[in-house]
């Protein structure tokens, strides 16, 4: 699609309106040497947290090259092929189960005040990201900061249904944004695989949702024990009545009901 901007003389309307918002993960192996040198490790390698990252990324990209090549053989540092597959898949997971997390904090809480110990805004932190040279590389590994400025949004299904972490404003998810769903066209990738995606998403959201087990028995049980009924649900309602007499209510089939709600009362 670049291309044929690029063709028309038309890049900087495709790069002022379109926007690729990939998995955290993916971007920052696909993107973090582009930015690497720019980043002032004394501000955001807290508990050395970039180094974490940067250790992670060089190892995925080296074993993966080296795995492009026909005649990969056994090292004494990775070993087998399956060996390096391991480790490339054990890196990837430091990345998403720690090491993105522990560097979206790092720049968030880097965002988030000024010198002068002042809340910054949501739009003092864009003005941050775009014109301070110390800033500038979070776009790069965070595209999504620029969500909200964007007319034509490329995702996966994946990253539809899960909430979008732009560093600059709390993460929400997309598919309950209403303004975004409004203002933009969407275009959602590999929408094949959204069977066995949209069901992770149902199930992890079944996890995340806390349920007193204990309680919830007890309140069935309370209400499966209580026979005693309100006169609401045993007494015929003048509503009722015109419906019946209108022939808009089986009458027979209602009296039958009143009549078990009535005798279970009495039990």
Known sequence: ???FFEKDNKLNEFNKDVLFIDNNVDTLIDHFHEVE???PYS???KNGTIFNVKHCIKIINTLKENLKNKNFSETEEFGSKENAYFIINQA???LCDKYEKELREVIEEALQFDEDGKHRSKSQKLDLIKNDPDYNWISVLYPAVH???KKILFMSIDKFLVRNSTIVEPSYNIINNKS???DSIIFIDEFDTSKDIILKSIINESLETKINIIELFRTIYSGLENTSFSKLLTAVSESLKNNIEKKKINFTLLMKLLKNLRSAQKK
């Open 37 to 39: 040198d720019k980043i």
């Open 180 to 182: 975004l769903l409004n």
């Open 43 to 45: 501000k955001f390698n």
């Open 92 to 94: 990837r997971e430091d």
């Open 1 to 3: 699609m670049k291309e």
């Open 147 to 149: 969500t909200d400025n």
